[in-house]
T-cell receptor
Framework: SQQGEEDPQALSIQEGENATMNCSYK?????LQWYRQNSGRGLVHLIL?????REKHSGRLRVTLDTSKKSSSLLITASRAADTASYFC????????????FGTGTRLLVSP | DGGITQSPKYLFRKEGQNVTLSCEQN?????MYWYRQDPGQGLRLIYY???????QKGDIAEGYSVSREKKESFPLTVTSAQKNPTAFYLC?????????????FGDGTRLSIL
């Protein structure tokens, strides 16, 4: 079953603008991860935020986590055409093997 | 460079045929995973292995089989029992099992039916 749901499903912006995508989930988590997938390629890990963290930065990426609302957001600042890709959140439930559960993704298009 | 290599990039299956997808990693990771991705959807876990000679079913294991005889290799066989095999298959690995570590992915194999 898919726990993470990204919003919006698709986002189209101009180079230089910021892109924000959101992820909501249903059960308690150990951590939440964001991945990027270029067309026809594998996923690339971007950032991992643990359940006791509220915000994390990596270069032009900023991730927030609100466990009370069961939601996370990924902000890409000063977008570039090379950021065009699909972005997935993956949640790690607190119970069992803690396998990652991937959402359906946000398709980001950054136009020059 | 360390990484995960999946082969072939494209694969075609005839009715009633079993096909095997290769996944090799040189990252010295203990855990390996197979996912299926359908258009416009997220990844669904087929099988995973936390250690050599051990593997477990994921969410959609029916019609698939795996082996883990070597740490570096985790091949996936799509059997004739899998009636809808057309999809993009992704192999991943992580340093340890579970989800406390990020996963590293190969570039996938696209399987189609002839």
């Amino acid at each position: 079953s898919q726990q993470g749901e990204e919003d919006p499903q698709a986002l189209s912006i101009q180079e230089g603008e910021n892109a924000t995508m959101n992820c909501s989930y249903k059960t308690s988590i150990n951590n939440l991860q964001w991945y990027r997938q270029n067309s026809g390629r594998g996923l690339v890990h971007l950032i991992l935020i643990r359940s006791n963290e509220r915000e994390k930065h990596s270069g032009r990426l900023r991730v927030t986590l609100d466990t009370s609302k069961k939601s996370s957001s990924l902000l890409i600042t000063a977008s570039r055409a090379a950021d065009t890709a699909s972005y997935f959140c993956a949640t790690a439930p607190n119970t069992g093997f803690q396998k990652l559960v991937f959402g359906t993704g946000t398709r980001l298009l950054v136009s020059p | 460079d360390g990484g995960i290599t999946q082969s072939p990039k494209y694969l075609f299956r005839k009715e009633g045929q079993n096909v095997t997808l290769s996944c090799e990693q040189n990252l010295n990771h203990d855990a390996m995973y197979w996912y299926r991705q359908d258009p416009g959807q997220g990844l669904r876990l087929i099988y995973y292995s936390q250690i050599v000679n051990d593997f477990q079913k994921g969410d959609i294991a029916e019609g698939y089989s795996v082996s883990r005889e070597k740490k570096e290799s985790f091949p996936l066989t799509v059997t004739s029992a899998q009636k809808n095999p057309t999809a993009f298959y992704l192999c991943a690995s992580s340093t340890t099992g579970g989800s406390s570590q990020p996963q590293h992915f190969g570039d996938g194999t696209r399987l189609s039916i002839l």
